[in-house]
């Protein structure tokens, strides 16, 4: 199984970013996937997740970030507007066989990460 995500980069307060992470080697279906992510000094943090076609956000993401998966691709995007400083963060794509935001354990697989920069 191998996640590999992309899209990261330097962006200005309010802009946006589009993260993906193709996903290969597993059943897509099977799997929620997840985006979780940490800042220097702080503890990795669940920000999205879909899985069945529902998605779930934490309370920082909701109004801002969008979850989307194109199957057809192994695809899942992570659509994050009106970012601010707060977001600057590793972000990290994951897969488990059970949705959760709290529970990084639960996910077996885990991407490199890409980094995200927002400047003030």
């Known amino acids: 199984v191998q996640l590999v995500e992309s899209g990261g980069g330097l962006v200005q307060a309010g802009g946006s970013l589009r993260l993906s992470c193709v996903a290969s080697?597993?059943?897509?279906?099977?799997?929620?996937i997840a985006w979780f992510r940490q800042a220097p000094g702080k503890e990795r943090e669940g920000v999205s997740c879909?899985?069945?076609?529902?998605?779930y956000y934490s309370d920082s993401a909701k109004g801002r970030f969008t979850i989307t998966s194109d199957n057809a691709k192994n695809t899942v995007y992570l659509q994050m507007n009106s970012l601010t400083p707060e977001d600057t963060a590793v972000y990290y794509c994951?897969?488990?066989?059970?949705?959760?935001?709290?529970?990084?354990?639960?996910?077996?697989?885990w991407g490199q990460g890409t980094q995200v920069t927002v400047s003030s």
């Open positions: 994951s897969a488990g066989l059970v949705p959760s935001l709290m529970y990084s354990d639960l996910y077996e697989y």
């Open positions: 080697g597993l059943t897509r279906d099977d799997y929620a």
């Open positions: 879909i899985s069945n076609g529902l998605a």
